[in-house]
């Protein structure tokens, strides 16, 4: 249970273009939804999060305009990279919380998806 | 939320326990210690968690100490599956507050 899908896995992509990245819990409703970039040999970092039905909430020096995330269901949330330039070029990774309540997991914890490698030429 | 220190790397030896030590001297009374662990390439992985008693589950054993100033994760017998980075994160369980991730232990398993 509580399985994160993402797609997908691995793109690749020349500048200037955009790219859609999706991120789907599977077998749970996921009242928020977190995306995370990692670069090579770096931690993770939290670039935003998303609530279903509202506005995405950015981290400091994310550009909200540049990374496009959409939360428009309990078990969807997309994250759209415009005019993609090679320093976008990472591995991108979401993360979806369960609603509150939910008998089976713990409550408020986190999974993660899979990741994507995104590499833009 | 509570900021972490762990050592930058450390090696094992295929069949040994792994140790990996975390300190989290600010940790507030409400505030859990999460474990989690990244293969090269893969999403982060769920290992274990506790508020201020020892827990087991089937991948590990989470130690925290009585000031719950620290804790130590056991992987009682390391695999090669198990080389990775490894995260201790503290957060409040409570709340909608994201992990956040320093920069873990790489742990390699030797054979």
């Known amino acids: 249970g509580a399985v994160v899908s993402q797609h997908p896995s691995r793109v690749i992509c020349k500048s200037g273009t955009s790219v859609k990245i999706e991120c789907r819990s599977l077998d749970f409703q996921a009242t928020t939804m977190f995306w995370y970039r990692q670069f090579p040999k770096q931690s993770l970092m939290l670039m935003a999060t998303s609530n279903e039905g509202s506005k995405a909430t950015y981290e400091q020096g994310v550009e909200k305009d540049k990374f496009l995330i959409n939360h428009a269901s309990l078990t969807l949330s997309t994250l759209t990279v415009t005019s993609a330039h090679p320093e976008d070029s990472s591995f991108y990774i979401c993360?979806?919380?369960?609603?509150?309540?939910?008998?089976?997991?713990?409550?408020?914890?986190?999974?993660f998806g899979p990741g994507t490698r995104l590499t833009v030429l | 939320d509570a900021k972490t220190t762990q050592p930058p790397s450390m090696d094992c030896a295929e069949g040994r326990a792994a140790n990996l030590p975390c300190n989290h001297s600010t940790i507030s009374g409400n505030e859990y210690v999460y474990w989690y662990r990244q293969i090269h390439s893969q999403g982060p992985q769920y290992i274990i968690h506790g508020l201020k008693n020892n827990e087991t589950n089937e991948m590990a054993s989470l130690i925290i100490t009585e000031d719950r100033k620290s804790s130590t994760l056991i992987l009682p017998h390391a695999t090669l599956r198990d080389t990775a980075v490894y995260y201790c994160?503290?957060?409040?369980?409570?709340?909608?507050?994201?992990?956040?991730f320093g920069k873990g232990t790489r742990l390699s398993v030797i054979a």
């Open positions: 993360s979806a919380r369960e609603r509150a309540g939910a008998p089976y997991r713990p409550y408020n914890e986190q999974f």
């Open positions: 994160i503290v957060r409040s369980r409570s709340g909608n507050t994201p992990l956040v």
